[in-house]
C-alpha cells in the first residue's frame, strides 16, 4: 500500500494552523499513524489509529480520516513543531509516506 | 522506562556482511512485536523487518533473503543479521517496539548508522 503525503514541504508561523495530507493507495479503514521527526532526532508517534493522541502529545496536534483520506492538524503551530512529518499505515505491511517539512515562514 | 539501544552499525564494503544488536530494557523482547526501519541519508522512513512474539518474521522485499532477524531471549536482544550488503543499504537503522501486536511504533533506539562504500 503506497502512501502519498501532501504537501511536501509548507512554511507557516508560529500560531498558524496547519494541515498536512495522506493518501493511500486502497482502503485502510482507520490504520494510519502519525509521527514527527526532528532534525538529527528519532521519530515520535503523534497519533495511532487516525485519531488517537499518543500520551504525552500536546492536544494541539489531532487526526482525522477513513478510509484513503487522512489528516493530521496542528491547531496553532509552535517553535517545537518545527520538524518532519509522516504518515505510516498499519493495515498491512507497514509503509510511510515520503513526508512533510514543516519550516519558519 | 522502555529503552532500546543499537550497536553495530559501521562502514562495510559492498557484498560485506555486518550484524546490529538492539538491546531491550523495560519490556521483554520474547513477548514483544519488534522491528527494524532505516532510514537513508535525508530521505524517509522505510521498514524492513519484524519479528512476532510468537517467532514469526517478515521482510521488505528490497531485503529478503539477504537481511535475517532474530532475538537472543537470555540477553533480551533484537539481531539483524545483514548479509550481500548494497550501497543503497546505507542508513540509519532504528530498533523500534511496536504497540501491543499492532504496527503502531511506539518505541524507537537512537539509531545506528551503517554505510556500504
Known amino acids: 500500500i503506497q502512501m502519498t503525503q501532501s504537501p511536501s514541504s509548507l512554511s507557516a508561523s508560529v500560531g498558524d494552523r496547519v494541515t498536512i495530507t495522506c493518501r493511500a493507495s486502497?482502503?485502510?479503514?482507520?490504520?494510519v499513524n502519525w509521527y514527527q521527526q526532528k532534525v538529527g532526532k528519532v521519530p515520535k508517534l503523534l497519533i495511532y489509529?487516525?485519531?488517537s493522541l499518543q500520551s504525552g502529545v500536546p492536544s494541539r496536534f489531532s487526526g482525522s480520516g477513513s478510509g484513503t483520506d487522512f489528516t493530521l492538524t496542528i491547531s496553532s503551530l509552535q517553535p517545537e513543531d518545527f520538524a518532519t512529518y509522516y504518515c505510516q499505515q498499519s493495515f498491512t505491511r507497514p509503509t510511510f509516506g515520503g513526508g512533510t517539512r514543516v519550516e519558519i515562514e | 522506562e522502555v529503552q532500546l539501544v543499537e550497536s553495530g552499525g559501521g562502514l562495510v564494503q559492498p557484498g560485506g556482511s555486518l550484524r546490529l544488536s538492539c538491546a531491550a530494557s523495560?519490556?521483554?523482547?520474547?513477548?514483544?512485536?519488534l522491528s527494524w526501519v532505516r532510514q537513508a541519508p535525508g530521505k524517509g522512513l522505510e521498514w524492513i523487518s519484524a519479528l512476532y512474539s510468537g517467532g514469526t518474521t517478515y521482510y521488505d522485499d528490497s531485503v529478503k533473503g539477504r537481511f535475517t532477524i532474530s532475538r537472543d531471549n537470555s540477553k533480551n536482544t533484537l539481531d539483524l543479521q545483514m548479509n550481500s550488503l548494497r550501497a543503497e543499504d546505507t542508513a540509519v537503522y532504528y530498533c523500534v517496539r511496536q504497540q501491543s501486536s499492532t504496527t503502531t511504533f511506539d518505541y524507537w533506539g537512537q539509531g545506528t548508522l551503517v554505510t556500504v562504500s
Open positions: 523495560g519490556f521483554t523482547v520474547s513477548s514483544s512485536y
Open positions: 489509529d487516525a485519531s
Open positions: 486502497q482502503s485502510i479503514s482507520r490504520s
